[in-house]
């Protein structure tokens, strides 16, 4: 998902609906804040999720997206490549345990 370009939250969430996916919530320098997703249970899919996430983190004012089915294992993959690159989870991301993934940097 780092190559896909962000979107102003405001701009963008009338046109996301109730699809399974993972997201990442950006400020305003483009650092991550957040990675998550939208699962089975999710009410109201990525905007549900996206909105609830949006309205705890009040640096947060951009938005990827990205619509999948496989959304607990690309969720799980997207944490461990930002910890391959960053160091550490998004500040916003609880810290759980993740296996390692070394992608070529």
Request: aromatic share 8%; charged share 20%.
């Amino acid at each position: 998902m780092r190559h896909k370009p962000w979107q102003d939250i405001k701009t963008a969430l009338p046109n996301i609906h109730g699809h399974l996916g993972v997201f990442e919530i950006g400020g305003r320098e483009g650092e991550s804040l957040y990675i998550g997703y939208a699962g089975g249970n999710s009410a109201f899919g990525l905007r549900g999720e996206i909105q609830k996430a949006f309205s705890r983190m009040p640096r947060a004012c951009q938005i990827r997206i990205e619509i999948t089915a496989s959304y607990l294992s690309r969720y799980r993959e997207l944490l461990m490549l930002h910890k391959a690159y960053h160091g550490e989870l998004p500040p916003e991301n609880p810290n759980i345990p993740l296996g390692r993934l070394s992608p070529i940097l």
